[in-house]
């Protein structure tokens, strides 16, 4: 038997190492990468198991940043485990789904589907297990980029990409802005570690005095929202469901969109008490739920229906955490998961037979499709709520949960809101559920369902695992086994009482409204849509999100037409501004000024003062110049000039690099040469030339002054940093074993600045080496 | 690129291996006198851009030279990792004693500099050489 330490290792490494697996064997095994991807999840579902089976609460802690406290922690508490044990088993139906899904594309194409999948799922129980805030913002990354993959799968279309750029988007833009608000918990609280978080209500008190503490459950709050498709973030997921079908099945209803409610699961014990919490959550929530519900009544397409009615549940776990039920979120997770995968599933083997997911194209497929007919049927009547499946044991209990809430018995009109809300939810879900069985199973057959592909197949083995899943355990309610798992995987665990057979009582009366509503719903389909329509005030949020981004390209479109134009002379101007103005600045902090320079003109050598002289007037001729060649060559005699002032004040190591520097310059000019436009320009107008006049003259002058203020004897104590004893000429020879302290300096004390430069340098030649071949070759 | 003049030819003839020498020469002696691994490389630079000036370009057209550099960069950054084998930090240098003769293994630092501000500059000046109008 392993450690519960590297269990935890295990379940997390197996689906990558099945990933890089199915990367690089993936040409020869074709299938079998399938297959890898399938043991990765059964081993990790294996790992998993083993650590609820043991009765201590498992962990594994690895120093990574020790200066930031910042670990590779992983912890296998109950409410982590049970989301991994989802992840994990929800992955093994899905990786075998897929198999048959799939079947014989290109191994290429298969190849990078379960590499992607392997390192989603990988991710997704990195999410569940972690225990430090930024190894769960580094996983939540993870996920976001894997899934940005699998959506994409089919990127050749361009639906495709729009929409998994927008998840990519949307999920990631949130998940930095969640990133914001770790550090500002790790900022108040001084640690990253969530047991230590969770344990400890000093922590939860610090955050709830500190502003900072509101700032970062917002922050927090966005990225769950995004990740959970909540209202204002709700409009991806539909256009996500451009994905392959079992990549939305695990993505989009079972695992990576409950991500979000699962963080919020996780900041319970730190914000559930700040004045925020309540409205925030219980009013997102509470509007997604109804808005998501809505919405799934006017889709056509199977699986953007299935999409809207995700969003729609996850609303109402976001507005149980609100209203302090934590403890049904373990409950409602899994019953979502059980009866949302089944149904995306069959969704995806509607689409095989009959090619279209258009449900007013389909119907009468009871005949062709009798098994996932009966998975169907099941899972519908779960989301339906009905007796005896899961389902209707979790609406009973959330319904018995509104009515005994802590939170809502001290708001009377919230409470009012939020059962009505519930309940409208349910009848537009039971309303759902029927359309979803009665026009693609029942009726006569349509045009879309007469010339039909294959009949389901292996594809129905997943479906109606998670179908008798959603009916074995509403089934076994009494035995008492299905409330154990809901305590043990929850957030906050406490006694759940959960029956199969209802009480008379106010949550049954409410179910069965639900009910008779959801038919009445259903009845007048057509007069809530036009009722809906003409509500409707606020314009799309994909098309508002749309918008948002081409304002952000446009923008970045204006700033590069006014500043990055590709004029030199202006990038030119731009710079060399920079020298005064920094350089001004350094010297107002240092208290400088040109009346501190020390130095007079009894200090300058005859050579000296005939050399600067000959400098001047070659700048002189430069800016004279009427051809190119004269200007290039007058400024070279400036460079080789100075560097005769190098021999008069001997510094013989500068005096070498100025000389070569120069010449390889002047090397670099007679090349380019041809390339530059006539010469000399005038076209600028009597305002630019005042200008760069300006600039000129302001650059020559911070310089002279910062020169004549270096050369100012005990100015400043660094002053004899070379020469005082222990300064960086003894230390050169002691420590590098040179005389030469300039070169010592260079490889040996500062060796790691030299390192980066060196990188910059060959970076820059590869640039360069690009640019120019890649333009060549076009021509 | 022409430069097709007797003058040139004869110059260069005797000046561009007369330039290596000063720069190997000007290399080993960075760690005491002037010079050092960066003034170097810009000399070895010269000294080929120099005999293309004469020579033209010819075969090193074809030459990848950015490998050059890479294989610099190569060789400073393994210098620096060298001290993990003896648990020391990063750039960590020593000087190795090899009888009477030192060598401070800066100077494979040093060489990896050299190489790379040949390769990068050898680099631009073949690739520029080779624009059109």
Not at chain 1, 27 to 53: D, E, F, K, N, P
Not at chain 1, 230 to 235: A, D, L, T
Not at chain 2, 111 to 125: D, E, N, R
């Amino acid at each position: 038997m392993l450690d519960p330490g590297s269990l935890i290792g295990f379940s997390i490494l197996s689906p990558f190492a099945a990933a890089a697996g199915a990367l690089l064997l993936g040409r020869m095994l074709a299938l079998g990468s399938g297959w890898l991807v399938v043991a990765g999840a059964v081993s990790s579902t294996a790992c998993l198991a083993a650590l609820a089976l043991s009765p201590s609460v498992g962990g594994v802690s690895v120093p990574w940043i020790p200066s930031l406290g910042v670990a590779i922690a992983l912890r296998a508490d109950g409410f982590g485990l049970f989301f991994a044990l989802l992840v994990s088993a929800m992955g093994v139906l899905v990786a075998l789904y897929s198999l048959a899904y799939l079947g014989a594309a290109d191994a290429d194409r298969a190849r990078r589907y379960y590499a992607s999948l392997g390192v989603f799922m990988g991710s997704m129980i990195g999410i569940a297990l972690a225990d430090d805030l930024i190894l769960l913002f580094v996983f939540w990354e993870m996920t976001s980029i894997s899934s940005f993959l699998l959506i994409g799968h089919r990127f050749e279309e361009d639906d495709t990409k729009r929409g998994a750029a927008m998840a990519l988007q949307v999920t990631a833009l949130g998940g930095l802005v969640m990133s914001v608000g770790f550090l500002l918990i790790g900022q108040v609280t001084g640690t990253f570690s969530l047991s230590a978080l969770a344990s400890d209500p000093a922590h939860a008190r610090a955050l709830l005095a500190s502003p900072l503490g509101a700032c970062a459950l917002l922050c927090v709050l966005c990225g769950a929202c995004t990740k959970s498709a909540q209202v204002p973030f709700h409009f991806w997921l539909p256009q996500a469901m451009v994905a392959p079908t079992p990549i939305s099945a695990y993505l989009h209803a079972a695992t990576m969109v409950k991500a979000g409610v699962f963080l919020v699961g996780r900041m319970v014990p730190l914000f559930a008490d700040s004045p925020l919490w309540f409205p925030l959550l219980a009013g997102i929530g509470g509007v997604s739920m109804v808005l998501g519900a809505y919405q799934a009544t006017r889709e056509t397409d199977l699986k953007a229906i299935l999409a809207r009615t995700t969003g729609s549940t996850l609303g109402m776990l976001f507005m149980l955490y609100g209203i302090g039920n934590a403890s049904q979120d373990a409950l409602g997770m899994l019953n979502h998961a059980l009866y949302k995968g089944a149904l995306f599933l069959v969704a995806g083997i509607v689409d095989h037979h009959a090619h279209t997911r258009d449900i007013r194209k389909l119907g009468g497929l009871r005949h062709a499709l009798p098994v996932p007919f009966a998975v169907a049927a099941l899972a519908a009547a779960s989301m339906a709520g009905l007796p005896p499946l899961l389902g209707f044991v979790a609406k009973e209990s959330l319904f018995e949960g509104l009515m005994h809430a802590p939170l809502l018995a001290a708001h009377p009109v919230a409470r009012v809101l939020v059962l009505l809300a519930t309940l409208v939810t349910g009848a537009l879900l039971v309303a759902t559920a029927w359309r979803f069985v009665a026009e693609v199973f029942l009726g006569s057959p349509r045009d879309a369902a007469k010339h039909s592909g294959s009949g389901a197949g292996a594809l129905s083995i997943a479906p109606l695992v998670l179908a008798a899943g959603a009916l074995g355990l509403g089934l076994a309610t009494p035995s008492g086994l299905t409330a154990r798992i809901g305590e043990l995987g929850s957030s906050r665990p406490e006694p759940l009482h959960l029956a199969l057979v209802p009480h008379l009582g106010w949550p049954l009366a409410a179910s069965v409204a639900a009910l008779l509503l959801g038919v009445l719903a259903y009845r007048g389909r057509e007069a809530l849509a036009a009722w809906g329509r003409r509500l409707a005030v606020l314009p799309p949020a994909a098309r508002v999100w749309q918008s948002a981004l081409d304002a952000v390209m446009a923008l970045g479109d204006a700033y590069s037409r006014r500043w990055e134009n590709g004029s030199l002379r202006w990038y030119l101007a731009a710079t060399s501004l920079c020298v005064p103005l920094l350089v001004g600045y350094a010297l107002a902090r240092l208290g400088l000024s040109y009346r501190a320079i020390g130095v007079t003109l009894q200090d300058l050598s005859p050579y000296g003062a005939l050399f600067c002289g000959l400098i001047v007037l070659a700048a002189i001729a430069a800016t004279r110049a009427t051809t190119r060649l004269a200007a290039a060559i007058a400024s070279s005699a400036v460079g080789f000039l100075v560097a005769m002032v190098y021999v008069v004040y001997r510094s013989p190591d500068i005096l070498l690099t100025q000389i070569l520097i120069e010449t390889v310059s002047t090397i670099f000019m007679l090349l380019l040469l041809v390339h530059l436009p006539r010469f000399p320009r005038r076209d600028l107008g009597r305002g630019a030339q005042l200008l760069n006049a300006g600039i000129a003259a302001s650059v020559g002058l911070t310089v002279s002054v910062l020169l004549l203020l270096a050369m100012t004897p005990g100015l400043r104590e660094t002053d004899n940093l070379a020469t005082r004893p222990g300064g960086l000429l003894s230390l050169a020879l002691a420590e590098g074993g040179g005389t030469n302290a300039v070169n010592v300096i260079i490889v040996d004390i500062r060796a790691l600045d030299t390192n980066g430069e060196i990188m910059v340098l060959v970076a820059v030649g590869l640039c360069i080496f690009g640019l120019l071949r890649t333009r060549r070759r076009a021509a | 690129m022409t430069g097709d003049t007797p003058i040139l030819h004869v110059i260069a003839r005797f000046a561009v291996p007369f330039t290596v020498l000063v720069a190997l020469r000007i290399f080993f002696q960075g760690h005491d006198l002037p010079g050092g691994g960066f003034v170097a490389g810009v000399l070895f630079a010269a000294a080929g851009a120099m005999a293309f000036l004469a020579f033209g370009l010819g075969r090193a057209a074809s030459v990848a030279w950015w490998r050059i550099s890479v294989l610099g960069l190569l060789v400073s950054v393994s210098t620096g990792m060298a001290p993990w084998l003896r648990g020391h930090a990063y750039l960590d240098h020593t000087i190795l004693h090899l009888g009477a003769f030192h060598l401070p293994s800066a100077t494979f630092f040093d060489l990896g500099v050299a190489m790379i501000v040949f390769g990068t500059l050898m680099t631009i000046f073949v690739e520029l050489a080779q624009e059109r109008r």
